[in-house]
């Protein structure tokens, strides 16, 4: 089956530091790509659409300069939480569509960012 | 506004007895549903969807578009159904995908 993959699993940085988040599509192209936040036993939040080649769209009430989306190729799409705060500290998830036109998305394993 | 709703935060059940995880919807025009499943450590994963009208690890979900509503549900609990269950909507192959708050199941011995 389609499997996407997140790294790293798991990191801390210091307050004011950007750090950068990988999702990749291992065995299937992604034309489109999400990104999600979640909070402990809460529902995941759409932060952005990722269309490769393009410009990410952003949810109202996301910062398109806090959060830079870039979607350089078909399997590859990364996060950059740029100047991060103690209040960005969460569990960051994405997913990718199978295809144009489908409804299938499939989910990375997440990364939980803890700013410190 | 487009939303999905999922009344209960929790639902605690002993092994055996029936579930029903209640999802309502408000949406314009008639948007696909789904229901997703995260389970302890693992990741997000498609549970079923009403336009397949399959029945995936014994759980169905009928679509009431009278009531809105396209509840989960499972004659009899096994404790490896304890997860947290998130319903979902899209209105359309290439739109966002809309997640409810979600509830976790605990299914006891």
């Known amino acids: 089956g389609a499997v996407v993959s997140q790294h790293p699993s798991r990191v801390i940085c210091k307050s004011g530091t950007s750090v950068k988040i990988e999702c990749r599509s291992l065995?299937?192209?992604?034309?489109?790509m999400f990104w999600y936040r979640q909070f402990p036993k809460q529902s995941l939040m759409l932060m952005a659409t990722?269309?490769?080649?393009?410009?990410?769209?952003?949810e109202q009430g996301v910062e398109k300069d806090k959060f830079l989306i870039n979607h350089a190729s078909l399997t590859l799409s990364t996060l950059t939480v740029t100047s991060a705060h103690p209040e960005d500290s969460s569990f960051y998830i994405c997913s990718a569509r199978l295809r144009t036109g489908s409804y299938e998305q499939y989910f990375g394993p997440g990364t939980r960012l803890t700013v410190t | 506004a487009q939303r999905v709703t999922q009344p209960e935060k929790l639902l605690s059940v002993f092994k055996g007895a029936p579930v029903e995880l209640k999802c309502n919807y408000s949406y314009s025009g008639s948007p696909e549903l789904f229901w997703y499943v995260q389970y302890s450590r693992q990741r997000l994963q498609l549970l079923l969807r009403h336009i397949s009208r399959e029945s995936i690890k014994g759980f169905t979900a009928d679509l009431n578009k009278g009531e809105t509503s396209f509840h989960l549900k499972k004659p009899f609990a096994q404790e490896e159904d304890s997860a947290m269950y998130y319903c979902?909507?899209?209105?359309?192959?290439?739109?966002?995908?809309?997640f409810g708050k979600g509830i976790t199941l605990s299914v006891r011995p």
């Open positions: 979902a909507a899209q209105t359309g192959a290439n739109s966002k995908l809309t």
């Open positions: 990722s269309n490769e080649g393009s410009k990410a769209t952003y």
């Open positions: 065995d299937f192209q992604a034309t489109t």
